[in-house]
């Protein structure tokens, strides 16, 4: 079965430090999603894709998030400088083109300490 | 803006019995999907089921199956036979079928913890 592929699985790291979170969407699949798991808020869209272009990354803090697509295989979330309250669990998703649900990867856990 | 209410926050049920978990939305959009996610102990997010809102006929999968009630905005998961490996976090969530628009995200319900009583 295809699947989305995030990396890191786990990160812990000192605040202040940058962090690079990376999706490889399913072969194909020209929308990619960005969205943040926490207790107190659920689960929140941050930004998404379509054909590598920004349509929306209004749930994102711009100054210190940022998301890229370099290529149709990639995409990227950087937050920089870490903070304590941006540990939470970061998840991307894919999907094809007309009305194709959603298939999110495992997900990467970020632990600001 | 759209929605979504799981009021449920806990439920348990004892394997091979039938368990039902509500959500209820709220939008002023007339087409739209909607959507129940499950999400083990391993975090993994999987699509359990869909729902078109355009469709009257209730959406099944195998053991999992759906009553969406479109002019009371329910759309609550049946799981029937449970078994051990039911038990999750399990999440409704919205999407409006206006995609093209930039509108394309899931809204999610807080969520409902499942347990399977052996």
Redesign the interface.
């Known amino acids: 079965d295809a699947r989305v592929t995030q990396t890191p699985r786990h990160k812990v790291t000192e605040m202040g430090q940058e962090v690079t979170m990376r999706c490889q969407p399913i072969l194909g699949h020209n929308t990619v999603f960005w969205y943040r798991q926490t207790m107190m808020q659920g689960l929140e869209l941050l930004a998404y894709f379509r054909n590598r272009a920004p349509l929306d990354d209004s749930g994102m803090p711009k100054d210190r998030f940022s998301a890229e697509m370099p290529d149709a295989t990639l995409a990227t979330l950087k937050i920089q400088p870490s903070e304590p309250r941006d540990s939470a669990v970061y998840f991307c998703a894919s999907r094809d083109k007309g009305n194709q649900p959603q298939h999110f990867g495992d997900g990467t856990r970020l632990s600001i300490l | 803006a759209q929605t979504v209410t799981q009021s449920q926050p806990e439920m348990s049920v004892q394997e091979a019995e039938t368990v039902t978990l509500s959500c209820t939305y709220d939008t002023s959009e007339s087409d739209y999907?909607l959507?129940w996610?499950k999400q083990p102990p391993?975090?993994?997010?999987?699509?359990v089921i869909?729902q078109?809102a355009y469709k009257q006929q209730n959406a099944t999968e195998n053991r999992f199956s759906v009553n969406f009630q479109k002019a009371a905005k329910s759309f609550s998961l049946k799981i029937s036979d449970s078994q051990l490996g039911d038990a999750a976090m399990y999440?409704c969530a919205y999407r409006s079928?206006f995609?093209n628009f930039?509108n394309?995200?899931?809204t999610?319900?807080?969520?409902t913890r499942l347990t399977i009583i052996p």
């Open positions: 999907y959507f996610y391993s975090r993994q997010m999987i699509l869909r078109e999440f079928a995609a930039g394309e995200k899931l999610f319900g807080t969520g």
